[in-house]
């Protein structure tokens, strides 16, 4: 299989500038274009703006389209129902919001835009806090790799591991702390889901995913600084969109406390907060379930697209745009 991403020294990595290849999926495959910057987006980036609106939208593999082709990402659906709005998609696949907030700064700070869109799925909170990162390569063998990452010292966000390493680790070469392998309890994870009982066990357990975001923890307080001087670095409204995981949308699992986090970083910077999950979870039992794919938790194209409904009206009231 084709490889598609590179190294880059500050960000980690990023997709191979131009490159267009036929990803093997579940969903039969999808397609992925990359354009002259790195980032899976249908549009280059230029500097002043070809459309009456423009938004720069960052986030992970949830924005930038794991499992779907290009046209079918929210960001893009966002084009298609506000023909008015041109989106400049930054997602980047496996990257936390510190690694975003980097690109941002390296890739798009002097971009005309009229709004920032920070799409953060909820998993983030791990993300931001580890400074490796587990990845299964084209050969299906795991690796880790360093990544950039911020610490709190003396109020202020410092950087570290910049220039990023480009050593493959092994796991018994770091330490667990140091590392996000994308799940509290893999090995049970595993077991439930072998016999079909994952979703069960997780439902009748009241099985939190994410209880980093229970209280104002050590974690929460690094993600809610990188945002804080992310939004403070903005000259244009910055919209915040959390991006709930299946367990928030199927009604495995209570969203309320990751929603008062980020209710309270809402009224701590006078961000605009858009929270997808109550219209997300209007949806019935079966639309929901077909918001992800049977084994690849990432949004179909379904999900994209209920995504990008519950963004629309919140987007056309802040820039003004009538249907």
């Not at 299989?1 to 999808?30: C, L, N, T």
């Not at 406390?257 to 219209?279: A, K, M, S, V, W």
């Not at 179909?300 to 519950?310: P, R, W």
Request: proline fraction near 5%; charge should be positive; hydrophobic fraction near 35%.
């Amino acid at each position: 299989m084709r490889e598609i991403f590179e190294y880059h020294s500050k960000i980690g990595y990023r997709f191979i500038p131009e490159v267009k290849a036929r990803i093997i999926h579940e969903s039969g495959g999808y397609l992925v274009q990359v354009n002259k910057s790195g980032f899976r987006c249908n549009h280059d980036f230029f500097k002043q703006k070809k459309s009456p609106y423009r938004a720069l939208l960052f986030g992970d593999s949830y924005t930038a389209g794991n499992g779907v082709s290009n046209l079918n990402r929210y960001g893009d659906v966002l084009e298609k129902q506000i023909p008015q709005l041109e989106v400049f998609n930054f997602g980047l696949p496996g990257t936390g919001t510190d690694q975003q907030y980097i690109a941002y700064k390296e890739y798009a700070k002097d971009i005309d835009h009229d709004i920032l869109i920070l799409g953060v799925l909820v998993e983030n909170i791990r993300r931001v806090n580890a400074h490796y990162r587990r990845f299964v390569n084209f050969e299906n063998k795991v690796q880790y790799r360093a990544k950039p990452y911020f610490e709190i010292v003396n109020e202020q966000l410092v950087l570290k591991n910049q220039p990023v390493s480009k050593k493959v680790l092994n796991a018994n070469e770091l330490s667990g702390k140091s590392v996000d392998k994308g799940g509290r309890f893999p090995l049970l994870g595993k077991i439930a889901k072998k016999w079909n009982l994952k979703h069960t066990i997780q439902k009748y357990l009241h099985y939190q995913p994410f209880p980093e975001y229970n209280s104002c923890t050590d974690k929460w307080k690094l993600l809610s600084a990188i945002l804080k001087e992310w939004i403070s670095d903005s000259p244009k409204p910055v919209l915040v969109v959390p991006i709930p995981v299946y367990h928030y949308i199927e009604g495995i699992s209570n969203a309320c406390h990751y929603q008062n986090r980020f209710e309270e970083l809402r009224q701590e910077t006078g961000c605009i907060l858009h929270d997808p999950l109550p219209t997300l979870r209007k949806y019935s039992d079966k639309e929901k379930r077909e918001f992800r794919f049977k084994h690849d938790t990432h949004l179909t194209s379904k999900g994209h697209k209920a995504l990008a409904e519950s963004i629309v009206p919140k987007l056309r009231d802040l820039l003004l745009i009538k249907e």
